[in-house]
C-alpha cells in the first residue's frame, strides 16, 4: 500500500526556516517525482514545487509565489523527500503535504497524501 | 489565487444528483490539459477522487463521475450520501506559470 507520512513542523518564528520530511513507503520510490503543498487555515490545496526522479535528472520546479525561499531534495536510499523553506512569514502557516507524482503525462496528478504537518509561524 | 474557478457550493438532498463546475483558460484546461478532482472531508488530506478528466480510482464508488470539455470540466455525484458532503477540488496543469500545478478555488457540498 502506498503511504507517505510528513514530519518536522511546528512553532516556527517569523524570518527562520524550516525542513520538512516526507518518508514514503509502497511504492518503487526513485521512480517517482515527489511534490509538495500546503493549505492555509480555510484554503484550497496551493502547490508548492516538485523533484523530479533521478531519471530525470531531479528536476525542481517551484510554485512562483515559493521561489527563491524555497528548496527540494530527495534521498532514494531511504525513500525520503526534503522541503526547505526560509524567511519564513505568517502567511507560510498552514499544513504541509507531499505526493508522488506520475511524471510520465503532461498533467499529473496525485494520489498519495499523508497527513500532512502543521507549521505555524507566530512570534 | 486559485487559477480555476469553481462554484462557491452546491447542495442537495439525499439521492439527488448535483455538479461542479471548473472552468480554466486557454493556458490550463483550454490547452487540453487533464483534470482530476480531489474530495476532502474536514480535518482530513485530500483523496483522489477522479484522474485523467473521467478516470475513478480503485474503491472510488462509480457515483463519482468526471467530464471535460473545451476550457471546462465538471464532477457530478449522483445518488448523494450524508458522507458526501465535503469540499472537492479540481486540478490540473499550467503552462504559463512554469511548471505550475494548479488547483481549483473548492466547492463544498452541502447534504440538506
Known amino acids: 500500500e502506498v503511504h507517505v507520512v510528513e514530519s518536522g513542523g511546528g512553532v516556527i518564528e517569523p524570518g527562520q526556516s524550516l525542513r520538512l520530511s516526507c518518508s514514503a513507503s509502497g511504492f518503487n520510490f526513485g521512480d517517482y517525482a515527489m511534490s509538495w503543498f500546503r493549505q492555509a487555515p480555510g484554503k484550497g490545496p496551493e502547490w508548492v514545487g516538485v523533484?523530479?526522479?533521478?531519471?530525470?535528472?531531479?528536476?525542481?520546479k517551484y510554485a512562483e509565489s515559493m521561489k527563491g525561499r524555497v528548496s527540494l531534495s530527495r534521498d532514494d536510499f531511504t525513500n525520503t523527500a526534503y522541503l526547505e523553506l526560509s524567511r519564513l512569514t505568517i502567511g507560510d502557516t498552514g499544513v504541509y503535504y507531499c505526493?508522488?507524482?506520475?511524471?510520465?503525462?503532461?498533467?499529473?496528478?496525485?494520489?498519495?497524501w499523508g497527513r500532512g504537518t502543521q507549521v505555524t509561524v507566530s512570534s | 489565487q486559485p487559477v480555476l474557478t469553481q462554484p462557491p457550493s452546491v447542495s442537495g438532498a439525499p439521492g439527488q444528483r448535483v455538479t461542479i463546475s471548473c472552468t480554466g483558460t486557454s493556458s490550463n484546461i483550454g490547452s487540453g490539459y487533464d483534470v482530476h478532482w480531489y474530495q476532502q472531508l474536514p480535518g482530513t488530506a485530500p483523496k483522489l477522487l477522479i484522474y485523467g478528466n473521467k478516470n475513478r480510482p480503485s474503491g472510488v464508488p462509480d457515483r463519482f463521475s468526471g467530464s471535460k470539455s473545451g476550457a471546462s470540466a465538471s464532477l457530478a455525484i449522483a445518488g448523494l450520501q450524508s458522507d458526501d458532503e465535503a469540499y472537492y477540488y479540481c486540478?490540473?496543469?499550467?503552462?504559463?506559470?512554469?511548471?505550475?500545478?494548479?488547483f481549483g478555488s473548492g466547492t463544498k457540498v452541502t447534504i440538506l
Open positions: 523533484i523530479r526522479s533521478k531519471g530525470y535528472g531531479e528536476t525542481r
Open positions: 505526493s508522488r507524482e506520475n511524471e510520465m503525462v503532461a498533467s499529473p496528478w496525485f494520489d498519495s
Open positions: 486540478q490540473s496543469y499550467d503552462d504559463s506559470l512554469s511548471g505550475s500545478r494548479v
